[in-house]
């Protein structure tokens, strides 16, 4: 390989949520507990990465720090290039254009542009659940309602869209707008065309509006492909407001800044006006050109390494996982570095609670996440992108104290 997947890197002190938080407190979620002494901490909650991004995109920002004035700017032309060649490359887009191309900060915040655009107080919004929970955030903070149609597993352990369900809750209770996650956070799925035909089909009956997002689509796992969900379809080019960012497939959260792809003029002109309003909703300039770097050609290289080493990541702890815990159920991802692993027969077998369960891998270092705020109460969530060493020392601290038989 090109570049290091390997290296420990030691995040402490640098103003790392997913280990400078450890045993504090944070607003939005229950913090792992500090390690109990003789354990070192392996941060596997909050989803982001533990290798360092590629080269690029810090020297983009050096340069462009070098010059010694940061007052307005507008965007340069090479961002918009920048995003227009990424999805020619990796997903076959050949009609995106820079007007098609809207930034936000983050892609939450998009989503919570969008649903203030289109809906008002009290409305309904259709999600998939388990659910990732910034949905669940933003839909509390607007005063919007989440409708959840569950995801069940086929009987290869699969996850799959119930459409039945899904036509049902949008007309029972008049929704107009849909969340999609594409691929799936927590659950992992790379969904298939078909899958999202068959999905787009029913919001176009219900003249649904659809955010789909797509910030985890640079993260394929075993040769799994991701599919635009604007490809799907005329009409679901003009349906959905797709939403994208280098944060995710680069590690650059702590950056900020996300954009979306919006072919539909009107949905493009209310996103707009509704993103303006709030008038702090800008681009950073050394956010921008983090992006720049990271869009160049040395990021699709770094990209594609980075997928075979979480592929090797994800497949280790599955095989350990679904053939060594007896009564814990997980769905190997496609796509994403994250685990969603099930734990209700093993937690009743063995008479312990989850929060029992999940407090044994937080006192021996394992800082994985709770599931119930993904609408799991039997749920873990765990990240996997660290390197190798890391995923083999939490499983075989998971086998001696967690999951004991």
């Given at each position: ?31 792992p507990?500090?390690?109990k ?15 360092a991004?590629v ?5 983009e ?28 490359k990796?997903?076959?887009v050949t ?9 936000e900060?983050?892609?939450l ?17 259709l999600?998939h659940s ?10 509390e903070?607007?005063?919007?309602v ?18 039945e369900?899904?036509?049902?809750r ?19 799925r790379v969904?298939?065309?078909e ?5 787009m089909?029913i ?6 509006i ?5 910030i ?9 492909k ?13 349906r ?5 960012a ?32 709030s008038?702090?909703n800008?681009?950073n ?5 983090a ?12 990209v594609?390494e ?13 095989e ?14 496609e ?22 369960l999940?407090?044994?891998g937080?006192d021996v ?14 749920g ?14 939490a499983?075989?601290r998971l086998k ?6």
């Open positions: 390989m090109i570049y290091d997947f390997t290296t420990v890197m030691e995040r402490r002190g640098k103003d790392a949520l997913a280990v400078d938080a450890i045993g504090s407190s944070v607003k939005w979620a229950v913090v507990t500090a390690p002494n003789g354990f070192s901490l392996i941060p596997m909650w909050v989803a982001d990465m533990n290798f991004t080269p690029t995109i810090p020297q920002i050096i340069k462009r720090a070098q010059h010694p004035a940061y007052g307005y700017y507008i965007p340069a032309a090479e961002y918009y290039n920048s995003i227009i060649s990424w999805h020619k990796r997903n076959g009609n995106l254009n820079r007007k098609n191309i809207g930034y900060n983050g892609v915040g998009c989503v919570s542009t969008a649903i203030q655009a289109f809906t008002t107080p009290g409305e309904k919004i999600l388990p659910t990732y929970i910034g949905f669940s955030h933003v839909l903070d607007t005063g919007r989440a409708e959840l149609s569950p995801l069940e597993k086929d009987e290869n352990g699969i996850w799959r869209m119930n459409y369900d899904m036509n049902s949008i007309r029972k209770n008049h929704i107009h707008l849909v969340i999609l996650c594409s691929p799936h956070n927590p659950c992992g969904w298939e065309k899958e999202l035909e068959k999905a089909d919001f176009r009956e219900n003249q649904c659809v955010i789909s997002d797509e985890w689509s640079d993260i394929l796992l075993n040769g799994h991701h599919i635009p969900t604007q490809s799907i379809s005329e009409d679901a080019r003009n959905t407001i797709a939403v994208y280098p944060s995710k497939t680069f590690n650059l959260a702590g950056l900020i800044g996300s954009y979306n792809i919006i072919y539909d003029k009107y949905l493009c002109d209310r996103m707009r006006r509704q993103s303006d309003m008038h702090y800008s681009m300039v050394l956010s921008m050109h992006l720049i770097g990271a869009y160049k050609s040395e990021g699709h290289i770094w594609d980075l997928c075979e080493v979480l592929s090797k990541n994800i497949n280790y702890a599955y350990i996982i679904v053939n060594e815990f007896e009564g814990v159920e997980l769905s190997k991802p796509g994403t570095y994250m685990l969603f692993l099930h734990c209700e027969e093993y937690c009743k077998r063995h008479q312990i609670s989850i929060d029992e999940i407090q044994r937080w270092g394992v800082a994985w996440q709770q599931g119930a705020p993904f609408y799991d109460e039997w873990i969530r765990m990240n996997l992108a660290l390197p190798y060493s890391l995923v083999v020392e499983m075989d001696k104290y967690v999951f004991l038989k």
